[in-house]
């Protein structure tokens, strides 16, 4: 088992930590890539891993992520995440959260962990008891989960890549189809279906099916059907890596814009990608709306400015798509060489030392 320094995945992380309570049936790792910009802002994952290995992959590739995403969305946050090894239905208890907050609180607050895959505010606020260094808590004018502010981020770039691809100024009798129907997937399920879109969706969990059958009056079918049906945007809202040398070639679709971290399983999938003739939406990107969300939340940020940092993301996304047109190259490679400069360019922000 690799988990180390030598750790493809590694990407120059500045600190991981291993957490170990066997009393509270704790096992996480928490992993902080890059603080440059300021203290790490990213989600706490639980998850039933096959073995540590795949979580400590997992981890990695999804706090890196978060320093591009904090970077493009003009957070001053660097990029962190958390993956608790466990299922959620089945391994969730305070101790368990409690002892999870203990550790984000050994770190002084250069981490600061929101719901992901897997938690809810409700595992927040316990969480919470132990450490001040966590967001996106209910409160009484807002549930705290940042999922909807997510689909929407990902809905507004959804209708941008359509006019941008398709030449389309609106979304009726556009086919959308989403995997996973989950905190995102069902709430831009919603929106898609009310501005006319025709969707349809897979998730492996029937239940969530169902309800989005007879709540949304959707069809849903088999991930395969889904996958290589055609469609005019394909949209992944369940996990990372769906996007790769396998699937690619099977996809029918013209665009991929979802909110899944890490939907290329590497980085070659740009170029398959592009070869295929697929509009590609880079995750990171479009999927910021949630931390903006709770980031501004946690900094009394008003309603709208929430709303106007979600805006943003359709509109650097439009402009991303506009210079990787020009220059021939990918838009994930233009969204990367965006972020890097905003990264690269920072001051150093000092870790503060009291509660944000
Ligand atoms: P969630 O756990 O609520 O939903 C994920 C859904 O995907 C579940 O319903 C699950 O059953 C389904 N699923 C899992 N594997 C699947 C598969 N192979 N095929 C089909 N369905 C599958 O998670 P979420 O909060 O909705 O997040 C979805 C994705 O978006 C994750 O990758 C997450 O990291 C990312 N994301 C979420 C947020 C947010 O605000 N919640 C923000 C940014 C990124």
């Not at 003009?74 to 608790?84: E, F």
């Not at 590497?266 to 070869?275: C, I």
Request: proline content about 4%; glycine content about 10%.
């Amino acid at each position: 088992m690799n988990t180390s320094f030598t750790h493809p995945e590694f990407a120059d992380h500045e600190r991981v930590l291993f957490v170990n309570d066997k009393s509270a049936g704790l096992q996480a790792i928490i992993a902080l890539h890059n603080t440059k910009r300021g203290f790490a802002i990213g989600g706490c994952r639980m998850w039933p891993y096959e073995s540590a290995e795949a979580a400590f992959t997992d981890v990695l590739r999804l706090s890196r992520g978060m320093t591009y995403k904090n970077a493009l969305a003009g957070i001053s946050s660097g990029g962190g995440k958390s993956v608790i090894i466990g299922d959620p239905r089945t391994d969730k208890s305070p101790a368990l959260f409690r002892a999870m907050g203990t550790a984000i609180e050994s770190l002084g607050g250069r981490y600061i962990a929101a719901e992901d895959s897997g938690t809810s505010p409700a595992d927040m606020a316990v969480m919470a008891e132990a450490t001040s260094y966590v967001a996106g808590l209910e409160s009484d004018s807002n549930s705290g989960d940042p999922s909807p502010s997510t689909a929407l981020g990902v809905f507004l770039s959804i209708r941008e890549a359509v006019s941008f691809r398709l030449g389309r100024s609106n979304l009726v009798g556009v086919r959308v189809h989403i995997q996973g129907l989950g905190k995102v997937g069902f709430e831009l399920a919603k929106l898609l279906v009310r501005s006319g879109a025709i969707v349809v969706a897979s998730d492996i969990n029937e239940g969530n099916c169902r309800l989005a059958r007879e709540e949304l009056c959707i069809r849903t079918v088999s991930n395969e059907e889904l996958l290589t049906g055609s469609c005019d945007v394909f949209a992944p809202c369940a996990l990372g890596g769906v996007l790769n040398e396998w699937s690619i070639p099977a996809l029918n679709a013209t665009i991929i814009a979802g909110a899944a971290n890490n939907q290329l399983l590497t980085q070659e999938d740009h170029v398959r990608l592009t070869n295929a003739g697929i509009l590609y939406c880079p995750d990171y990107l479009i999927n910021a709306g949630g931390v903006i969300d709770v980031y501004q939340r946690r900094h009394g940020g008003t309603q709208k400015e929430i709303d106007a940092g979600l805006s943003a993301i359709a509109a650097r996304l439009s402009s991303i798509l506009s210079e990787a047109d020009s220059r021939c190259i990918s838009p994930g490679k233009v969204a990367q060489e965006r972020a890097e400069s905003l990264i690269n360019g920072s001051e150093l922000v000092p870790i503060p030392t009291a509660v944000a």
